[in-house]
């Protein structure tokens, strides 16, 4: 941060070299360019002199820079990116390109972001390091952890020593597994700078991965004690993100410690910030889900209808487990819809389901399993699901049915639901971002399989006949905000039975192509996980005669194995 405000001086220092013309200028000048400067006073200041309409070019690209600045404290990055464009276009310079990558990166679009920063490089000169700490946080932010630790290394070689970069080198680590390397590295961040509340929050996790929960509670505790006094002004993050960080961790480890009432306070606490960038979005979604569930978990229930009733059951763990494979407890949720009372029914997805949960109990998984559920047994079995995933480092989700995207989001159909127009059709239905929400947390892989297609649900043939499991045609939506923020786990895969867009067969056998695949090869010892969607893509396609192409988007950190090693 100081080699960045290094970088906002000389700015200043070129726009009011010059003697004033004016006495306001003279008044207005420090406020719109000076990094304490409170955002709205600065935007002000700014706004002001914009309407003199005196300065042009390179001073002028200064003004809308120092805006930008300005912007970027409030956490509008829209503005700031409008702002610093204007700047570029005017009078291209470092850290116009350097703020504007930062807005893309807190915004998600990473790749846009990198190439702003490599637009910096290429005309810099002098201290270039922050520029190499912020393009490894959108490596980051890509998964891509080896590159972000490259140019964390060149950050930290150009010095000055940043605690910033030691703390986010060591995150990196921490993603690739390597706990003890990511300890030193946010060990040394804290002492760098021991009041920062971010290295603090980022230690915490590494000892609840470690299993020591109580100091992942006193290491967060400390973060949102230091986060309150020292409410620091950070032009790169607003102060309520570290706050919205520093809760959710500490309710994570509440949970783990099986405190809920604490826990349930640092959900609630956690939704009270202002949520500006991705991160603490996806944060926010995750206490939301969380904090519901634990009130859930105190309310008394009444049994769900459903027609076939849950059944959860276990096989004993692997002896060992797999070179790559976390260990601890392995979870799945096992679906199957198809007797549809209002809708066309399908004959398959009981008999998927069956043939998926027996094949991952075979492999050592705790299998919760609900066959033709209406919307209150699924709700509900989902809920049990995600409480007991808290407890677990791999979590599988499968589901087989009809499914529907709306708006881009996708929505799993329970046996009672009635897609008729008025009202708000999706109150029938469960959102599958909710599910992912419940299963966001940096230590844990996670696994959604859907073997469900969808349509527009307000068609009017929403009956209609064919052997496909959509409702009318057309696919699920592309999770397109995998890898962008929603998901800060460990790792998660998304597989579905088709390409977005394309019609998942029902089958004409006992089973649907993608599913008489997937069992068959679920199982198979020693077999990574992608690798194993590639043999089930190449059957499905061969079977249907290319009709229907899996498809799959990935996060994951490393290699998955789900059944042991021969």
Request: charged fraction near 20%; charge should be positive; proline fraction near 5%.
């Amino acid at each position: 941060m100081r080699r960045f405000i290094v970088l906002l001086s000389l700015l200043a220092s070129t726009l009011w070299a010059a003697p004033s013309q004016a006495q306001q200028r003279n008044q207005l000048g420090p406020l719109c360019t000076t990094t304490t400067t409170p955002a709205d006073q600065q935007i002000d200041a700014c706004n002001k002199i914009l309407a003199l309409k005196v300065f042009t070019g390179e001073k002028l690209a200064s003004i809308y820079f120092w805006r930008a600045v300005g912007w970027n404290k409030k956490g509008n990055y829209t503005q700031v990116i409008a702002d610093a464009s204007e700047a570029i276009r005017l009078s291209a310079s470092v850290p116009a390109y350097n703020l504007r990558g930062s807005a893309y990166y807190d915004k998600g679009e990473y790749d846009i972001a990198i190439a702003d920063f490599n637009d910096a490089l290429k005309t810099a000169t002098g201290d270039v390091g922050i520029i190499h700490h912020n393009r490894g946080n959108a490596w980051r932010g890509k998964n891509e952890y080896a590159k972000a630790i490259a140019d964390y290394d060149m950050s930290i070689k150009l010095g000055p020593p940043s605690a910033f970069s030691y703390q986010n080198r060591g995150t990196s680590k921490r993603a690739l597994g390597d706990l003890d390397g990511a300890l030193a590295d946010i060990n040394e961040a804290i002492r760098i700078e021991p009041s920062l509340p971010q290295p603090l929050t980022h230690r915490a996790v590494i000892w609840r991965a470690k299993g020591d929960l109580d100091r992942a509670v006193a290491d967060t505790t400390e973060a949102i004690r230091l986060a309150k006094a020292k409410a620091p002004v950070n032009i790169m993050t607003p102060p309520g993100s570290v706050l919205i960080s520093a809760y959710s961790e500490r309710g994570l480890a509440y949970e783990a410690k099986g405190d809920y009432a604490n826990a349930k306070l640092d959900y609630a606490a956690t939704l009270q910030g202002v949520a500006s960038d991705s991160g603490s979005k996806a944060n926010q979604a995750m206490a939301k889900v969380r904090l519901s569930l634990l009130s859930d978990a105190e309310a008394p229930r009444t049994t769900p209808n459903a027609t076939s009733a849950p059944t959860k059951t276990a096989a004993p763990s692997p002896a060992s487990p797999p070179a790559g494979t976390a260990t601890g407890r392995r979870v799945a949720l096992v679906i199957g819809n198809g007797a549809y009372n209002h809708i066309k029914a399908l004959a398959n997805p009981s008999n998927d389901a069956r043939a998926v949960a027996k094949s991952l109990r075979g492999i050592g998984f705790v299998v919760t399993e609900g066959i033709d559920l209406d919307r209150a047994a699924m709700q509900n079995m989902i809920r049990e699901f995600l409480r007991d995933a808290a407890r677990s480092q791999v979590a599988i989700v499968y589901y087989a049915g009809h499914g529907v995207q709306i708006d881009g989001r996708n929505w799993l159909i329970p046996v009672d639901a009635q897609l008729k127009a008025g009202g708000s059709i999706t109150d029938m239905m469960t959102d599958m971002d909710t599910i992912m929400a419940g299963l966001d947390d940096q230590l844990r892989t996670n696994i959604l399989i859907l073997d469900a297609c969808r349509n527009n649900p307000m068609a009017p043939q929403v009956a209609s006949a064919g052997s496909g499991r959509g409702i009318e045609g057309g696919g699920l939506a592309a999770p397109s905000s995998l890898g962008s923020g929603s998901t800060l786990g460990a790792g998660t895969l998304i597989a579905f039975a088709t390409a977005p867009g394309k019609v998942a067969l029902d089958g004409e056998g006992a089973n649907s192509p993608f599913s008489a695949a997937l069992s068959r090869h679920i199982g198979t010892p020693g077999l990574e996980v992608q690798q194993m969607l590639t043999r089930v893509r190449a059957e499905v396609v061969a079977t249907t005669r290319s009709q229907q192409v899996p498809w799959s988007n990935s996060s994951l950190l490393g290699e998955v194995y789900l059944a042991e090693k021969p």
